[in-house]
């Protein structure tokens, strides 16, 4: 692996300032949008490199902003790492969507280039949903910019010997779950439990619930050494025609478990015509192999994970991290008992 100068963390968020340069903060029922793209807390980031590969290990540290990354000269996408950690295998996608709260790990390799050259890692256009807008900023959810430019300083490095990477003992797949190089799982498995993700009188809800600080429901308490399959349902209960059911409500939502990390098992796409186009626009950059602890759900769409809690009884938190939508109540607890 490419590792001390040529292994870089880009930390992507969006801010927006005044004209004396203060923070400027909002909180729509969207989330919040700046309009300035930050990498690594700079502006307009530039990085000189030279013509070798580099490890880029991205985290999206934005509230709400979704990022669709792609190169600019359309070399695909080498993630070789997610939230937990290294992959198998590298895969490829055309581009990486990621949601707050996601990381990946990305192998970007300037070896055939010359020095001189330029490439952009960009955000190309895509369509949320939800039709919130972009809470009042110019630069809206789904909109195309360039994240960082990487210009080549330097000809490529003599090699040298790194050492080999220990393969990682993952729990295993259920057999339905998806392989190394697929992107989106349609097949559903029978759901331990369905939490449903919908806006109920102005607040976003879990299941119509909202944060209580240590209360659990019956369905949120679970057994030590279970092994189950969560589903989350970007709907509310009956799916369109239910409460707070109209399309124009629903709005992505990275959802993140305390205390463990999870295999995708599947993704069911939308019904709803507007929804499912919607959903075509990020679903090839879905990165849903190894392990994860944040997993995006768009509107309309089912996610299915497996979830084992084996190592500790007590409370823990499961949310949605769009930063706004878990302060205006997507967030729960659920307890794990001891038989």
């Known amino acids: 692996m490419p590792a001390g100068k040529y292994d870089l963390p880009l930390v992507l968020q969006d801010r927006t300032f005044d004209a004396n340069n203060q923070l ?58 997610t939230d937990g950690g290294l992959l ?114 102005g607040r976003w809800t879990i299941n119509g619930r909202v944060f209580e600080m240590t209360a659990v429901a019956p369905d949120e308490v679970v057994q030590l050494g279970a092994r189950e399959v969560w589903e989350f349902a970007n709907m509310p209960p009956g799916g369109m025609g239910g409460p707070g059911g109209g399309g124009m409500m629903g709005m992505p939502h990275p959802m993140h478990i305390h205390g463990l990390q999870f295999r995708v098992v599947s993704r069911t796409p939308p019904v709803n015509a507007t929804q499912r186009a919607n959903w075509e626009t990020v679903k090839d950059g879905y990165v849903d192999v190894g392990r994860k602890d944040t997993v995006l759900v768009m509107p309309g769409e089912r996610v299915q994970v497996e979830v084992e809690f084996k190592d500790y009884t007590g409370l823990y938190l499961y949310h949605c991290h769009n930063l706004e939508h878990e302060d205006m109540g997507m967030m729960r607890n659920y307890r794990v008992v001891a038989s």
Not at 62 to 80: F, Q
């Open 24 to 81: 400027v903060y909002s909180t729509p029922m969207a989330g919040f949008l700046g309009d300035t793209i930050l990498v690594n807390g700079r502006p307009n980031a530039s990085f000189q490199v030279e013509a070798t590969a580099y490890r880029l290990r991205v985290l999206n540290g934005s509230n709400s902003r979704i990022y669709k990354l792609a190169w600019s000269d359309g070399t695909p996408m080498r993630v070789i790492a």
């Open 88 to 201: 198998d295998a590298a895969v490829q996608r055309p581009y990486v969507t990621i949601a707050p709260g996601e990381r990946v790990e990305v192998l970007a390799d300037f070896g055939g280039k010359g020095v001189g050259d330029r490439v952009r890692l960009e955000s190309r256009s895509f369509s949320p949903g939800g039709g919130m807008g972009g809470g009042g900023t110019a630069l809206p959810n789904g909109a195309a910019f360039t994240v960082a430019s990487f210009e080549v300083v330097e000809a490529s490095p003599t090699p040298t010997p790194t050492p080999s990477v220990s393969p990682v003992a993952y729990m295993p797949f259920l057999a339905q779950g998806p392989t190394a190089g697929s992107s989106v799982v349609a097949t559903r498995v029978e759901a331990t439990r369905t939490f449903y993700l919908y806006m109920q009188r």
